[in-house]
């Protein structure tokens, strides 16, 4: 330690000298409480230092494998979410398509149906032309019958007869055509 000098303490220039006891005595404990410290404290105070740092190496190491890691899942789950994506996309393309041949199918059938009506309505009148056609036949037959029964009872000739039916017959054919 340092103390002042009996001229200083009188109110002269305070000078400090050092005490040479308190300088020795502070040097030994300074020395021996270094060589206690190298020989007992030094290695666990090291020791604990090495395991701080080795700790803190592994969390930093855990860190970043964390982070690498959580990287590689979001990269995976990005990847994931657009391949969703894109299949969505094809459901509803194939969807779409779908629906339009369902539609153009529906179209198509309903266009055949309506031709099949169409043909059975054009069958069922070209039919019932037919029938009608052989019933005038009919009747004119009947009619051109009777008209030559009139005409025999008025003495005509067979060939007369004959010939007036193909008159009536083939005035109907050429009607009808």
């Known amino acids: 330690m340092l103390t002042a000098s009996p001229e200083a303490e009188s109110g002269s220039a305070a000078l400090v000298t050092p005490d040479f006891a308190v300088t020795i005595a502070t040097w030994i404990t300074f020395f021996?409480?270094?060589f206690l410290?190298?020989?007992f404290?030094?290695?666990p105070f090291v020791n604990a230092l090495d395991e701080r740092e080795a700790a803190v190496r592994d969390e930093v190491k855990r860190a970043e494998n964390a982070r690498r890691e959580a990287e590689e899942l979001l990269q995976q789950y990005e990847l994931k979410l657009k391949n969703v994506q894109s299949e969505a996309d094809a459901i509803l393309n194939t969807s779409r398509q779908r629906a339009e041949e369902v539609g153009n199918k529906l179209e198509t059938d309903a266009r055949a149906s309506a031709q099949q009506i169409l043909e059975k309505a054009?069958?069922?009148i070209e039919?019932?032309?037919?029938?009608?056609v052989s019933e005038l036949k009919g009747i004119v037959?009947?009619?051109?019958s009777e008209l030559t029964e009139k005409i025999l009872k008025e003495e005509l000739d067979?060939?007369?007869h004959e010939?007036?039916?193909e008159e009536v017959v083939s005035g109907i054919d050429r009607k009808r055509n």
């Open 141 to 144: 037959a009947n009619a051109a």
């Open 158 to 160: 067979m060939s007369r």
């Open 127 to 132: 039919g019932e032309r037919q029938k009608a």
């Open 37 to 39: 410290l190298a020989r």
């Open 32 to 34: 021996l409480l270094l």
């Open 41 to 43: 404290g030094w290695k």
């Open 122 to 124: 054009k069958l069922t």
């Open 163 to 165: 010939k007036l039916v």
